[in-house]
C-alpha cells in the first residue's frame, strides 16, 4: 500500500460561498478523469489513509449556513485544470506537487455510491470500468509470460504502462516487466525496471519481491557494484525477510570500499567513520548464514555461500586498513576455517586463496618471512590469485636467503604462458639475486633484457598520460589495446586492467554492450521495432556512457601511477648495472695488479634429492603447464668468500 500524498493545509480553510459552486465542479470533472489521475500522480482509490479520514471529518463538522445545489452542468466560464504532465509516478519519499489551480483532495475514497447528503452527484463507473479493463490488460500478459513468450509479454506490460487510463495495474505491470526482462537475459534493463518499483518505497506491494529480483540479477553479474549500490541506496528501507544477513554483508562492503576510497582521498577522519560503520554492520551477520535464503516472493532462490565467513573477510580488511594486524589475522584464520571443505559448510574456494593471500602478506610486512613462505604455498595451483602469490612469494624466499625458491619461482612468471602479464620488477630482483651471488655476467643479461622490453613501454606511457584527452580516451585505448596484436600494447592493456575498479567497470561495459547487440538484437523484429526496445536501447546508452567516464578516469589515474613506477625500476636498473661495472672493474684491476685472474666465483656442489612428496626432473629448456611454480633454480656458482649451499641446475619438482 503506498503512502498517502502530502497533505494540503489549504484544504482546511472554510472555502467562500462564492466560489464553492466553482470549486466543487472541478472537483466532480477531476473525478471523473480518476484513472488518467492515479497514472499521473501514483494515487490509490483502494483505501483511504488516515488523513484524508481527519479530513472529511473535518469537513463534516464545518457548519453549512447555506447548502448549494449540485450544478446541473459544467459553467462555461470555469475554465478545467490543466491535467498534470504525463509521466512515470514520482517516488513517495520525494514530496508530489500539489495540482494547480484548484487544490484536489489528498487522497479520495474508494469507490461507492453517492450518498443523497453529499450534495455532489458523483459518479465513479468510469473509474471501476477503467479498472476492470486494467485487470483484463494484465492478466493477458501474464499469461503470454506464463507460456513462455517473453518478448511479446514486455511488449504488452509496457503498453500498460503507456496507457494513462490502465493506471490501476501500472504498479504490478512495472513488476512483472522487471521478470520478463530477467528472463530475456536483459539485467541492466531489469534493475533500472527494479529501481522504478523500489522508488516507491517499502509501503509498495511488490517491494519485498523486487529486493529478491535485484539479489539475484546481482549474482548474474560480473561486477557486483550495480547491486552494492542500490542496497546502499536502500539501506533505510525495510529489507524482504530472510535476506537480513546479506543485507548487512554488501551494506559492511559498500562502506569499507567506501572509506578506502575516503581514506585515498586523503579524508581520514571520514574513512574512519566508514569503516566504524563497516565493521558494526559486518557484526549483524549471524554465523548460521552460510544457508542459502528461502524466498518469499516469486524471486529464484540465491546461493550466495557462507555470507557470514564473507562478512568475517570485510572485517578483516577494515582491522588491516586500520592498522590491527592481529586482530585482521585473526579473521582471516576464521575465514580460512570456516571454508574448510571437510567442515561441512558451503565451500568457497575464492574467498579461502584471498584469506591465504591476506594472511601471507600480514605476515610478510611484519618481517616474518617463513610464516608468509607458509601461507603462500596454501594457495591453490593456479586460482585467480595464484600467480600474485608466487610474485609475492619470491620476495619472502630472498629475504632469508633462499635465492633457489626466489629464481625457481621468476621463472615461472618469465614463463611463455605468462608472457602478456606485467611484472616487471621481477627482472629487478632476479639481477639483485645474481649480483649478490658474484654472478655479474647474468646479472648484466638481465638488466639489457628488461630495459629492451620496458623502456618502450615507459615511453609510449609517458606519451599517453602527457596530454590533456577526456576519459572516454583512455578507455577506448585499452579497449584497443586487448583486441591489439602489438605486444607493447597489450602490456599497457594489462598494466590498466591491474586495478580491479577498471577491470569491474570493463566488464559491465561489456555486459551492457552484449546486452544491447546480442540480447535485444536477437529477438524478434516485432520487440527490436517497439517503443520498449527503443527506451531500453537509450536507458541502455545512458549506462554506458556512464561507466565509459568512469573507467576512462580510473585507467588514466592507474596508467599515470604504473609510469611513474617504472620509471623508479628503470633507474634502479641502471644503478644495479653501474654496481656491476664497478664489481667487474675491481676484479680486473685486482687480476692486473696480481699478475693473474682473480678468482671471484667457484664452483659449488649440489644434490638432486628432494622431499618424498616429489620427483626431481631436470629443465632443460621446456616449459609444461603441470611444472610451473614447482621450480627450484639452484645456483651451480656462487661468491668465492661465502659458504657453499646445497645448488645445482635448474630443476622442477614435480
Known amino acids: 500500500m503506498r503512502a498517502p500524498m502530502p497533505y494540503d493545509s489549504r484544504s482546511k480553510r472554510p472555502l467562500a460561498r462564492a466560489g464553492l459552486a466553482l470549486r466543487l465542479a472541478a472537483v466532480a470533472i477531476l473525478l471523473a478523469a480518476a484513472a488518467d489521475a492515479r497514472a499521473q500522480l501514483g494515487l490509490d482509490l483502494s483505501e483511504p489513509p488516515p488523513k484524508a479520514d481527519k479530513h472529511k471529518k473535518d469537513k463534516k463538522k464545518a457548519p453549512a449556513k447555506k447548502k448549494p445545489a449540485a450544478p446541473a452542468a459544467e459553467p462555461e466560464a470555469e475554465t478545467p485544470p490543466p491535467a498534470p504532465p504525463k509521466a512515470e509516478p514520482q517516488p513517495l519519499s520525494q514530496p508530489l506537487p500539489p495540482p494547480q489551480p484548484a487544490p484536489a483532495p489528498a487522497r479520495p475514497a474508494p469507490a461507492r455510491p453517492a450518498q443523497s447528503g453529499d450534495g455532489l452527484g458523483i459518479d465513479l463507473g468510469k473509474a471501476t470500468a477503467a479498472s476492470g479493463v486494467a485487470k483484463e490488460r494484465l492478466e493477458a500478459a501474464k499469461r503470454l509470460l506464463q507460456d513462455g513468450a517473453n518478448d511479446t509479454a514486455a511488449i504488452a506490460f ?32 531489469a534493475l533500472a525496471t527494479f529501481d522504478e518499483v523500489l522508488d516507491l518505497g517499502p509501503q509498495g506491494r511488490f517491494y519485498g519481491s523486487s529486493m529478491e529480483w535485484l539479489f539475484f540479477v546481482g549474482r548474474k553479474l560480473k561486477n557486483e557494484q550495480p547491486l552494492l549500490s542500490r542496497v546502499a541506496r536502500h539501506a533505510r528501507d525495510a529489507f524482504p525477510p530472510g535476506y537480513e544477513d546479506k543485507f548487512h554483508f554488501l551494506l559492511a562492503k559498500y562502506e569499507f570500499e567506501r572509506g578506502r576510497a575516503l581514506q585515498e582521498a586523503g579524508r581520514a577522519g571520514e574513512a574512519k567513520t566508514a569503516w566504524t560503520e563497516a565493521r558494526r554492520l559486518a557484526s549483524l551477520v549471524r554465523e548460521q548464514a552460510g544457508a542459502a535464503a528461502a524466498p518469499s516472493g516469486d524471486a529464484p532462490a540465491v546461493d550466495e555461500g557462507d555470507v557470514f565467513a564473507k562478512a568475517r573477510f570485510v572485517d578483516g580488511l577494515v582491522l588491516y586498513s586500520e592498522g590491527d594486524a592481529q586482530s585482521a589475522s585473526n579473521a582471516f584464520k576464521d575465514v580460512v576455517r570456516l571454508t574448510n571443505p571437510k567442515r561441512g559448510r558451503r565451500a568457497d574456494p575464492e574467498l579461502r586463496e584471498l584469506a591465504f593471500l591476506q594472511l ?85 643479461l638481465v638488466l639489457e633484457t628488461f630495459s629492451g622490453r620496458y623502456e618502450s ?109 617504472l620509471r623508479t625500476l628503470l633507474a634502479q636498473a641502471l644503478r644495479i648495472k653501474i654496481e656491476v661495472s664497478r664489481k667487474e672493474r675491481e676484479a680486473l684491476e685486482g687480476s692486473l695488479a696480481k699478475g693473474s685472474q682473480v678468482e671471484v666465483v667457484r664452483d659449488l656442489k649440489y644434490s638432486h634429492a628432494v622431499s618424498d612428496e616429489h620427483l626431481y626432473w631436470p629443465y632443460e629448456g621446456e616449459f609444461w603447464r603441470d611444472e610451473l611454480g614447482t621450480y627450484s633454480y639452484t645456483l651451480t656458482k656462487g661468491c668465492k668468500d661465502r659458504l657453499p649451499r646445497t645448488e645445482g641446475k635448474a630443476a622442477a619438482s614435480r
Open 457 to 565: 613501454v615507459y615511453d609510449e606511457l609517458t606519451k599517453i598520460t602527457a596530454g590533456s584527452q577526456p576519459p572516454a580516451y583512455y578507455y577506448d585505448l585499452i579497449a584497443d589495446a586487448q583486441r591489439a596484436g602489438s605486444s607493447i600494447t597489450r602490456k599497457i592493456m594489462k598494466l590498466a586492467f591491474t586495478d580491479q575498479n577498471v577491470r569491474r567497470l570493463a566488464e559491465s561495459i561489456q555486459e551492457v554492450d552484449d546486452e544491447v547487440d546480442l540480447r535485444v538484437g536477437a529477438q524478434r523484429p516485432a520487440f527490436r521495432e517497439s517503443a520498449l526496445a527503443k527506451r531500453l536501447g537509450d536507458a541502455l546508452a545512458a549506462e554506458k556512457r556512464g561507466l565509459v567516464e568512469e573507467a576512462g578516469a580510473r585507467a588514466r589515474a592507474k596508467l599515470e601511477y604504473e609510469r611513474d613506477g
Open 158 to 189: 509496457d503498453q500498460i504502462l503507456r496507457d494513462p487510463a490502465l493506471a490501476p495495474a501500472h504498479d504490478e505491470a512495472r513488476y512483472q516487466l522487471g521478470k520478463t526482462l530477467v528472463r530475456m537475459g536483459l539485467y541492466h534493463s
Open 360 to 444: 601471507a602478506r600480514i605476515h610478510y610486512e611484519n618481517r616474518q618471512n617463513r610464516y608468509a613462505i607458509f601461507y603462500y604455498d596454501k594457495m591453490p595451483w593456479g586460482g585467480e590469485s595464484w600467480l600474485e602469490g608466487l610474485w609475492e612469494a619470491s620476495y619472502a624466499h630472498y629475504r632469508i636467503g633462499d635465492y633457489e625458491k626466489t629464481l625457481g619461482n621468476l621463472l615461472t612468471l618469465q614463463s611463455p604462458y605468462f608472457e602478456d602479464e606485467y611484472y616487471p620488477e621481477s627482472y629487478v630482483l632476479k639481477a639483485i639475486v645474481y649480483y649478490e651471488n658474484c654472478r655479474y655476467p647474468e646479472a648484466r
